[in-house]
């Protein structure tokens, strides 16, 4: 498990005995990660500095001192449309319960919510909260993160071919057989059971951020789990965004940064990332895509 969801490992070609070994590997690599960057460890990494907002700076490992770095460049990118100091705006929404956040509560978290209090101290591999009650939510990178270091694991083990997949956020290198590539479908975020298209990379990560995984209804309206982090609110302006990049910590962080810019916003966020590929599903369900997919990777469904 990375951060409540579960990691699966595919792999191909390769004698079990081999397979077994580098999957392990790979499996404690996510394990590792789980604990230096869970929100919900008390004891990660994470946590510790959450506990020390305000206070005092918290020394950490390189790999979350990298996490973090990274997703404070996406915050910048994005104009703050990507922030892991949403944490206390996010724990007003009760999405099992299905509950709005009061206005007034809404307002007085949304202070503590700003990337550019978190202070990075390269050199000394330290992070520092500025204002007591912040929080650190690593939700949308970390999974990314932790399905590159697996796959890491997985290529040093001399494995070739291989799908990991961490709820949505994967991974894929060489073939599902000899000849017959990975076929990555991509979810309807409307239609449980139709795919928007097909992804046939040789070698990428893919991430799918979208408003049908984590929701509720109310007045004919739908709440789910990605923030716009000025107002605290459901971000509206797509369905579901799909990334294909080299890097599963990027691609996992733009699909996030893209939902919440919107289209036209996030496509013009994405022209600085030639290697990144975009399928959003905007509002009113039409399917956009970003142009110059690489040949013969896009698939119809
Ligand atoms: P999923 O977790 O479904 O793969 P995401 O990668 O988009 O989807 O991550 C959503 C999670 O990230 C939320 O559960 C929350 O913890 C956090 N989050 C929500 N809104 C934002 C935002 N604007 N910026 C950064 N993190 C966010
Ligand atoms: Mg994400």
């Known amino acids: 498990m990375i951060m409540g969801t579960s990691v699966e490992i595919t792999v191909s070609q ?29 004891d990660s990494e ?19 001192l990298e996490v973090i770095e990274r997703a404070l460049y996406f915050s910048r990118l994005s104009a703050g ?34 990337y550019r209090k978190i202070k990075v101290d390269h050199a000394r591999c330290s992070v520092f909260l500025q204002d007591g009650g912040m929080e650190l939510d690593l939700g949308a990178i970390a999974k990314g993160y932790a399905v590159d270091k697996a796959c890491a694991i997985l290529q040093k083990e001399g494995v070739e071919n291989f799908l990991v997949n961490a709820g949505g956020d994967l991974k894929v290198k060489g073939s599902k ?53 000025l107002t605290g609110m459901p971000a509206r302006e797509c369905q579901s965004v799909t990334i294909m990049a ?19 916003k996030g496509f013009a966020l994405l022209k600085q990332f030639p290697h990144a590929h975009a399928i959003i599903v905007d509002g009113r369900e039409s399917v956009l895509l970003s142009p110059n997919w690489p040949e013969g990777v896009l698939l119809p469904p």
């Open 14 to 42: 390769v004698n079990l005995k081999k397979a077994e070994e580098a999957m392990s590997a790979a499996f404690r690599e996510v394990e590792r990660i789980d604990f230096l960057m869970s929100h919900y460890r008390e």
């Open 246 to 264: 080299p890097s599963a910590m990027d691609a996992d962080a733009l699909a996030t940064a893209v939902f919440v810019l919107g289209p036209q």
């Open 46 to 64: 994470i946590s510790r500095i959450t506990r020390h907002a305000g206070e005092k700076e918290i020394q950490v490992s390189p790999e979350t």
């Open 81 to 114: 449309a990507f922030d892991i100091t949403i944490g206390p705006v996010f724990r007003m929404w009760n999405f099992r319960e299905g509950k709005i956040p009061e206005g007034k509560i809404l307002r007085e978290n949304l202070r503590k919510v700003d």
């Open 177 to 229: 057989e000899k000849g017959i590539p990975w076929i990555i479908g991509i979810q309807h975020p409307r239609l449980p059971s139709a795919l928007v298209a097909k992804l046939r990379p040789f070698q990428a990560a893919v991430a799918t951020s979208g408003d049908y995984e984590k929701f509720f209804s109310h007045g004919g309206e739908r709440y789910h789990h990605i923030l716009i982090p």
